[in-house]
């Protein structure tokens, strides 16, 4: 049976932090929130440094700067109508798992952000993974309406988890 998170180390210090049991708790719980199960899915996150992230940003999204997670779903979900529910995955099976897909995310950046805004580095962590998955399940916030319905999904999750509002 494969791992509902996959986490690939590429900075040791992810390692240390301990990125694969926080990953696996944001995962959980987003996927509860939203009542889709947990067994029959599958998310790869790699915990890397800056210049990795950079590298990703440039090839993916022609941005060669460092940021602090990216995200790439693992097929197209969203829904075409502003602030719309994105369309649901459906399941693999337990010993064949869909891909709900990839996130990234960057150990210097996240640790830099959570330092400036006075917040845990976990907290912060948590709330990036949260915001990469549900990229990953179609939500996004280019357009205004979307933005809204995302925001508050991140909050209510992160409420489930005892996490305060991070906006």
């Known amino acids: ?18 990125l694969e049991p926080l990953a696996l708790r944001a995962v959980q719980a987003t996927l509860a929130t939203l009542a889709i199960p947990q067994s029959g899915f599958t998310l790869s996150v790699m915990g890397c440094d800056d210049a990795r992230i950079a590298t990703l940003n440039a ?18 979900l969203a829904n075409d109508a502003e602030g719309g529910a994105p369309d649901s995955p459906e399941a693999g099976t337990p010993d064949n ?17 959570a330092a400036e805004a006075g917040k845990s580095l976990a907290d912060h962590v ?42």
């Open 126 to 167: 948590t709330h990036l993974i949260v915001h990469g998955l549900l990229h990953c399940l179609g939500y996004d916030h280019v357009r205004d309406g979307d933005g809204g319905v995302m925001e508050a999904l991140e909050v209510r999750i992160l409420a489930t988890l005892g996490l305060s509002d991070p906006y």
């Open 59 to 76: 090839d993916f999204r022609g941005k060669p700067t460092a940021t602090n997670v990216l995200s790439w779903p693992g097929w197209d």
């Open 97 to 113: 798992p869909e891909s709900l897909g990839d996130i990234a995310i960057s150990y210097d950046t996240c640790a830099r952000e």
């Open 1 to 18: 049976m494969e791992p509902l998170v996959d986490c690939v180390i590429e900075d040791p210090r992810w390692a240390t932090f301990g």
